[in-house]
């Protein structure tokens, strides 16, 4: 619908490292305005140079609690400003921190719950007013494979993104008529900082894996293709769900591929 060329506002969050740093690289690469939402200041200066040097039309960033109600109304209304209008918004932020139900603690699973779900309804109610107002946009949330087939140690991460893929055909259908797509995109094992997350690793540990095998995940820049993808469908299209899977299981790669 929208087209790339057209230098389209993309709020990206999440948009630090991984899959979000990623996707608004690839975006820049096609000369679009971005916004950038994350926690990290530095990280996010980072990824704004990148994104210049790409090709971005614009880039600008906002250190954004997604948890944070203000925080995100805040970041929102500021790009609004700078820019004057919102075509897409990818919510990419998430994390996961595994355990088992017996045990896992209240904090884990509002922290989990809060950035994976709340963030995503936070982020879709505060864009859709300009979207309305524009009589266009299109709001991809990613999901998981996790958001459809439960994992053992990853209760809470499954019940929210679970319910990313509810909330987003909620809205999807809510918006349709209005020349607003939202789309879901479950990715599969994609090499990130994702599982170092997950699954608390240390710093230390961390260093002593780097060049390790990452098995047969998907790079980040594979799953931004498919984002990209999803955005670039013909007008009366929307392509309501996406599950991307790694191909070939016997594929060993190593980071730096
Ligand atoms: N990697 C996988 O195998 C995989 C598979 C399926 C789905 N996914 C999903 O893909 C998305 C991206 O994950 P990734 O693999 O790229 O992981 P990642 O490298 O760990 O990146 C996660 C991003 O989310 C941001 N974030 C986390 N908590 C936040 C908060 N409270 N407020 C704002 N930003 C926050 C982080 O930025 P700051 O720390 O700077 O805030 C970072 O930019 C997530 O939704 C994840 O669930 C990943």
Same mark, same amino acid.
């Given at each position: 619908?929208? %087209?790339?060329? &057209?230098?389209?506002?993309? +709020?990206?969050?999440?948009?630090?490292?991984?899959?979000?740093?990623?996707?608004?690289?690839?975006?820049?690469?096609?000369?679009?305005?971005?916004? @950038?939402?994350?926690?990290?200041?530095?990280? @996010?200066? &980072?990824? $704004?140079?990148?994104?210049?040097?790409?090709?971005?039309?614009?880039?600008?960033?906002?250190?954004?609690?997604?948890?944070?109600? #203000?925080?995100?109304?805040?970041?929102? *209304?500021?790009?609004?400003?700078?820019?004057?209008?919102?075509? +897409?918004?990818?919510?990419?932020?998430?994390?996961?921190?595994?355990?088992?139900?017996?045990?896992? #603690?209240?904090?884990?699973?509002?922290?989990?719950?809060?950035?994976?779900?709340?963030?995503?309804?936070?982020?879709?109610?505060?864009?859709?007013?300009?979207?309305?107002?524009?009589?266009?946009?299109?709001?991809?949330? =990613?999901? #998981?494979?996790?958001?459809?087939?439960?994992?053992?140690?990853?209760?809470?991460?499954? %019940?929210?993104?679970?319910?990313? =893929?509810?909330?987003?055909? *909620?809205?999807? @259908?809510?918006?349709?008529?209005?020349? +607003?797509? $939202?789309?879901?995109?479950?990715?599969?094992?994609?090499?990130?900082?994702?599982?170092?997350?997950?699954?608390?690793?240390?710093?230390?540990?961390?260093?002593? !894996? *780097?060049?390790?095998? =990452?098995?047969?995940?998907?790079?980040? &820049?594979?799953?931004?293709?498919? =984002?990209?993808?999803?955005? !670039?469908?013909? *007008?009366?299209?929307?392509?309501?769900?996406?599950?991307?899977?790694?191909?070939?299981? !016997?594929?060993?790669?190593?980071?730096?591929?």
């Amino acid at each position: 619908m929208l %087209a790339l060329s &057209e230098q389209p506002v993309a +709020i990206i969050t999440g948009a630090s490292r991984g899959i979000g740093r990623a996707t608004a690289l690839a975006l820049a690469r096609r000369g679009a305005r971005l916004s @950038l939402f994350a926690r990290s200041e530095s990280l @996010l200066a &980072e990824a $704004v140079n990148q994104a210049k040097q790409l090709g971005a039309s614009d880039a600008v960033a906002f250190v954004c609690d997604l948890r944070d109600e #203000s925080q995100v109304e805040s970041a929102v *209304a500021s790009t609004l400003r700078h820019f004057g209008r919102i075509d +897409i918004l990818v919510n990419n932020a998430g994390l996961s921190l595994n355990g088992e139900v017996d045990g896992y #603690s209240l904090a884990d699973w509002s922290t989990v719950i809060d950035t994976n779900l709340r963030g995503v309804f936070l982020t879709c109610r505060a864009v859709l007013p300009a979207m309305k107002k524009q009589g266009n946009g299109q709001i991809i949330n =990613i999901s #998981s494979g996790a958001g459809r087939n439960g994992i053992r140690g990853m209760a809470a991460y499954c %019940a929210a993104k679970f319910g990313v =893929i509810g909330f987003t055909e *909620a809205l999807g @259908l809510e918006v349709r008529n209005l020349n +607003i797509r $939202v789309s879901v995109v479950l990715p599969g094992s994609t090499a990130t900082d994702f599982s170092n997350t997950a699954r608390r690793r240390t710093a230390q540990v961390q260093e002593a !894996e *780097a060049g390790r095998s =990452i098995g047969y995940a998907m790079t980040p &820049e594979e799953v931004a293709g498919a =984002i990209l993808a999803v955005l !670039e469908q013909p *007008a009366q299209a929307w392509m309501s769900e996406v599950v991307l899977r790694p191909l070939n299981t !016997e594929l060993l790669r190593t980071i730096d591929d």
